[in-house]
Structures are given as structure tokens and as C-alpha cells.
T-cell receptor, first 115, second 111 residues
């Protein structure tokens, strides 16, 4: 049972345009969500997070939106740059429970930003 | 601040052997989590330690174990290695329940 799903395995956008990466989850107990960027043979790099008490969080070019009723979150990258080309993972966790510290990851979306 | 470090970076072992991987968290971080990444299963949670206590465990067999020391450094051990244990093993540290910062990983190959 995959609790966190990234239904698009890949996404290609032009440099300077917006990249939108999507993620759906099924467990309503998730209350903390994160996005990571990963290059091959490296560990994931933390990008941005959002708590379930918010519906939006911004950090520079990155904005994460959370729609709790739809159990959906998205990462917007504006403007996209060639250096953003990587695999992006969304992750979710239940804080303050017996599952604290356990991140459940989606399968990842490969973003290619073309110059 | 120095990031999360993992040693060794690469390891080749034979079926049936055991292996110990090491992780040094970011200074001040008390939580250390371990994940396994494979092409077929993606990133899967192994276990998490906080202040030397295992606080959470994933769905892996008992051959996978870990521990955390008083300085927050952590080790994970895999006994009786199987071919399917070949993977990238990632360690992540955090202050507590919040964002986790990952190390570069240990690439384990079992032959």
C-alpha cells in the first residue's frame, strides 16, 4: 500500500518557466510534508517543508502548496533553471505519534529543465 | 556546520557475511534515521533512533539492526547478507521530528 504517490515519473520544462511537481497521499494522519531533491549516487537534499496547519510555504524560488481535503501537495519552482534538473521526492510523516521520525517517500519525479 | 557523514561510501560483501555502516549526524541533532534505496522499492524507512533509543522501526527483517551512541553517532548492521540487500543505505539526522538532513549514503553491493 503506497501511502505517498508521485504519479508523474518525469517532467520536462523550459528554462525560466514554472515547474510543478505533484504528490498525493492517502494517510490522513500525515501532518508534516517535505520535498527533497536528489542527484544520482548522492543523498537527498532537503528543499522545503510544510506543516498541516498551513496551506502554503515559500522559500525563494520554491513554494509548496498543501490541499488537505484533497490530500494533495505540490512543489512550484519559479523560474526553473537547468541546475534544478534532478529527481524530486515528496515525503510525509506523522509527528507526535509512534511514527515520529519516520518519513514515507513517494517514488520520485525526474525533472529536466532545458536551456 | 558539517553535514551528515557516512562511512564507508562503498562496500562489496559476499552473501552470508555481515556488514556495519556508520553515520555521524549534524552537531546538535539527536535523531538519526536510516533508509534503504533500491530501484524497485524506492526509499524505505529502516529505523530511527533518538537519544540512544530506537523510537521507530520499518518493515525489515531482524537481520537489520542499529544502535545509537551517547554522542548521537549511529551504526546499522546487516547480518547474513542476501543479494537483495544490495542498495544505497542513507542516514539522515534531525533535531527531533522535523526536517531530516541526509548523508551521501553507503553503496552496498552483495555478490
Amino acid at each position: 500500500d503506497q501511502q505517498v504517490k508521485q504519479n508523474s515519473p518525469s517532467l520536462s520544462v523550459q528554462e525560466g518557466r514554472i515547474s510543478i511537481l505533484n504528490c498525493d497521499y492517502t494517510n490522513s494522519m500525515f501532518d508534516y510534508f517535505l520535498w527533497y531533491k536528489k542527484y544520482p549516487a548522492e543523498g537527498p537534499t532537503f528543499l522545503i517543508s510544510i506543516s498541516s496547519i498551513k496551506d502554503k510555504n515559500e522559500d525563494g524560488r520554491f513554494t509548496v502548496f498543501l490541499n488537505k481535503s484533497a490530500k494533495h501537495l505540490s512543489l512550484h519552482i519559479v523560474p526553473s533553471q537547468p541546475g534544478d534538473s534532478a529527481v524530486y521526492f515528496c515525503a510525509a510523516s506523522e509527528t507526535g505519534s509512534s511514527n515520529t521520525g519516520k518519513l514515507i517517500f513517494g517514488q520520485g519525479t525526474t525533472l529536466q529543465v532545458k536551456p | 556546520k558539517a553535514g551528515v557523514t557516512q562511512t564507508p561510501r562503498y562496500l562489496i560483501k559476499t552473501r552470508g557475511q555481515q556488514v556495519t555502516l556508520s553515520c555521524s549526524p549534524i552537531s546538535g541533532h539527536r535523531s538519526v534515521s536510516w533508509y534503504q534505496q533500491t530501484p524497485g522499492q524506492g526509499l524505505q524507512f529502516l529505523f530511527e533512533y533518538f537519544s540512544e533509543t530506537q523510537r521507530n522501526k520499518g518493515n525489515f527483517p531482524g537481520r537489520f539492526s542499529g544502535r545509537q551512541f551517547s554522542n548521537s553517532r549511529s551504526e546499522m548492521n546487516v547480518s547474513t547478507l542476501e543479494l537483495g540487500d544490495s542498495a544505497l543505505y542513507l542516514c539522515a539526522s534531525s533535531v527531533d521530528w522535523d526536517e531530516q538532513y541526509f548523508g551521501p549514503g553507503t553503496r552496498l553491493t552483495v555478490t
